[in-house]
């Protein structure tokens, strides 16, 4: 009976290593976006509201159109069809 002291390296050792280059990719794309966020901010809604009335009434502008009424901030977080539902 012979005893060998030779020992190879486990084949599953290269797949570790893609995992771990993998593990390590998307912990700094998570850092990347964390870090873009917190450079923006949070922009919300309201954003959104900003540049779609702005966008309506540079159209209406541009097609001769007369301008629409006035709304509210507050108005402009319900949808045009549920704003006169009262």
Known sequence: MAMC???DK???GYQM???A???LVMGV???IIFLLWMWFGYIGPKFS???LIEQQAALREQY???????????????PPSLRNLK
């Open 5 to 7: 002291a030779h020992h």
């Open 10 to 12: 486990p084949s599953s």
């Open 17 to 19: 290593t893609g995992v």
């Open 21 to 23: 280059w993998s593990v």
């Open 29 to 31: 794309s998570l850092a």
């Open 49 to 51: 509201d900003e540049v």
């Open 64 to 78: 001769g159109f007369e301008p629409l009424p006035a709304i509210t901030p507050e108005e402009a977080q319900i």
